[in-house]
């Protein structure tokens, strides 16, 4: 059964930096193309960045201040998050796509906020 848990959200300065987790059960992150989305209040989800064995690309938003990465040892994905700004807040998500079929996490909360 594919799972996939995310941790690591909460409430940060602008300017400040935070680290997301997305834990993968049923699967491996190293067979599959994977990547991290956010959904603002009012606002439709949109992609962060993707990570595959070739490596990641981000959208233009966070560019520059997000990086994805893997450690296929634990089978976790994360993001990476710097210079945060008020206009990241939002959840965010990890999804993974198999075989046409996209999974998703729960979701975990992002706020920045002085």
């Known amino acids: 059964q594919v799972r996939l848990v995310e941790s690591g959200g909460g409430l940060v300065q602008p300017g400040g930096s935070l680290r997301l987790s997305c834990q993968g059960s049923?699967?491996?992150?190293?067979?599959?193309?994977a990547g991290w989305y956010r959904q603002a209040p009012g606002s439709a989800r949109e992609m962060v960045g993707a990570i595959t064995n070739s490596g990641a690309h981000y959208g233009a938003s966070v560019r520059g201040r997000f990086t994805i990465s893997r450690d296929d040892a634990k089978n976790t994905m994360y993001l990476q998050m710097n210079s945060l700004k008020p206009e990241d807040t939002a959840v965010y998500f990890c999804?993974?796509?198999?075989?046409?079929?996209?999974?998703w996490g729960q979701g975990t909360q992002v706020t920045v906020s002085s």
């Open positions: 999804k993974v796509n198999i075989w046409q079929t996209d999974y």
């Open positions: 049923g699967f491996r992150f190293n067979e599959y193309i």
